[in-house]
């Protein structure tokens, strides 16, 4: 069953058109690994900025913004090949001291790190942003995922890393829109950017104030967790992307689990500009076509929600 898009449009839409084709195709799921005598984490009522978590805040940082996603001057000089290391490593790093208005930091936020760890928790912030806890059977830290379609996240040269991560991260640890703990999960390699940020009663804050924000990729350590499809229980595609007319976006999932679904777009500057009620087929299907119409040509992140919840993000470009 294919049925076209009932839109609601929003004003002033500012996008950059971008060329080259991003097809989707991914899968998600949640199973249980062995974790032992994981510490209980203080409960954080504040975001990744120290303001009270409020779940109806417009999305999007305040502090070192354009540090956290990549977007300063300085970032060009990051070393992406990463360092391999520990969550004890990483928490042992010199770090200076916390300063919420400095620039870019030698060496360590100059740095991509690769961390071989369990993860713990996930926390769903007040700006959108995933929180997650690192943890390696001795110490803990924190790794931060940016919403990728919060202001300058949405045009940040990584975003399709964040949505990578935030995807594969909603997979395995259960969808955004709530939060996740006390999680019992196969191990994972977290590749990002160190940080250090002002402690502000974070969970699982390490010793030094360093984070792995952003976070650029998340994978099983043992590649065959990543191919067993007993992991992954929703199959996504989208296609055409780029498209001109129309684009198809096949979503099918194996939990039956689907109830009132929307399909979100916002533009690069992270302005929604139009929500949709999508059809879902007996609880588990969805097959939308999507039309361009009056839809601007540039660059949009998309964002599935299943009852409020975030199910699946992407890039769509619209020429």
């Not at 009932?6 to 002033?12: A, I, Y």
């Not at 919060?150 to 990578?164: K, P, R, Y």
Request: aromatic fraction near 8%.
């Amino acid at each position: 069953m294919k049925k076209t898009n009932q839109l609601l449009f929003g004003n002033g839409m500012r996008a950059l058109l971008v060329a080259g084709l991003f097809c989707l195709s991914f899968h998600l799921n949640a199973q249980q690994g062995t974790i032992k005598q994981a510490p209980v984490l203080k409960v954080a009522d504040e975001d990744e900025d120290g303001e009270r978590a409020d779940r109806s805040m417009n999305c999007g940082g305040t502090e070192r913004w354009g540090q956290k996603v990549l977007l300063d001057t300085a970032a060009r000089s990051i070393n992406l090949t990463p360092d391999t290391i520990t969550v004890t490593q990483f928490d042992q790093l010199p770090t200076p001291p916390p300063n919420s208005y400095a620039p870019r930091t030698a060496p360590f936020e100059f740095q991509t790190y690769a961390i071989d760890c369990h993860v713990i928790e996930k926390r769903f912030e007040s700006d959108n942003d995933f929180h997650l806890v690192m943890y390696d059977g001795a110490l803990t830290g924190i790794a931060e995922i940016p919403d990728p379609a919060c202001a300058q996240a949405a045009s940040s040269t990584f975003v399709n890393d964040f949505i990578s991560a935030r995807n594969f991260a909603n997979s395995i640890m259960g969808p955004a829109g709530s939060d996740n703990l006390n999680l019992n999960l196969p191990k994972l390699i977290l590749t990002g950017v160190g940080f250090v940020d002002p402690p502000h009663g974070q969970s699982g804050v390490a010793p030094n104030n360093i984070e792995l924000h952003p976070v650029l990729r998340v994978v099983f350590e043992n590649p065959a967790d990543g191919i067993n499809e007993k992991y992954f229980n929703l199959h996504v595609t989208v296609g055409p992307n780029p498209f001109s007319i129309s684009t198809e976006f096949q979503l099918n999932s194996k939990l039956n689990n689907l109830g009132k679904v929307t399909l979100s777009l916002f533009d690069i500057l992270g302005e929604e500009v139009q929500t949709i009620a999508v059809p879902v087929i007996s609880n588990n299907q969805i097959d939308y076509v999507l039309e361009k119409n009056d839809l601007k040509a540039g660059v949009y992140i998309y964002r599935f929600r299943n009852e409020g919840v975030i199910l699946y993000e992407g890039r769509l470009v619209v020429q």
